[in-house]
């Protein structure tokens, strides 16, 4: 596939579905696009929104891995589809994309890393609390409860992962 591929979608229209495995790059040409998780559930949560001149669908395209959110348009968006085929001549004709994907990895490798050490903490704590027979605090709680939601979005795809789907 050439890397001038354009489409459009119409406002409300589904780009891709999570869990969907596609191995292509979305540059936004205009208009704006919405990545949610659990899309049309009672869980539905709204991870990103993102306009013209950003990209998304880039960790799929490296890893070669289902998508983890879905994609909706906002509003009538044009996209650019970067293939794996295309990826090459996509960054020689947009070389900065590759800086913003690296930047984009390394502060999501930052927020990982700060949630880990905040889940370690906190059950440092609860440890501690258990021992010596203290009672665990509303703030130390409610942390868990946040920690153990964000543990349980990302151990979904894990287990994909692992299991093959």
Do not use: W
Not at 10 to 18: A, D, L, N, S, T
Not at 80 to 102: D, H, L, N, R
Request: net charge negative; glycine share 4%.
């Amino acid at each position: 596939m050439d890397n001038r591929v354009e489409r459009t979608y119409k406002k409300g229209e589904v780009i891709y579905r999570q869990n969907d495995y596609e191995t292509c790059l979305y540059d936004i040409l205009y208009g704006s696009v919405a990545l949610y998780q659990n899309y049309g559930t009672k869980d539905e949560t709204l991870v990103k929104e993102l306009n013209a001149d950003s990209y998304f669908g880039e960790i799929e395209l490296i890893e070669a891995r289902p998508r983890t959110t879905t994609a909706v348009a906002l509003e009538k968006t044009e996209v650019k589809v970067i293939t794996a085929e295309s990826f090459g001549a996509y960054f020689q004709e947009k070389p900065a994309v590759v800086m913003s994907i690296m930047q984009q990895m390394s502060a999501r490798i930052r927020e990982l890393t700060r949630l880990y050490q905040e889940a370690c903490r906190v059950t440092a704590e609860s440890v501690e609390a258990e021992k010596t027979g203290r009672e665990k605090s509303d703030e130390l709680e409610q942390k868990r409860k946040e920690l153990t939601a964000i543990y349980h979005s990302y151990s979904l795809f894990s287990d994909k992962d692992r299991n093959g789907k």
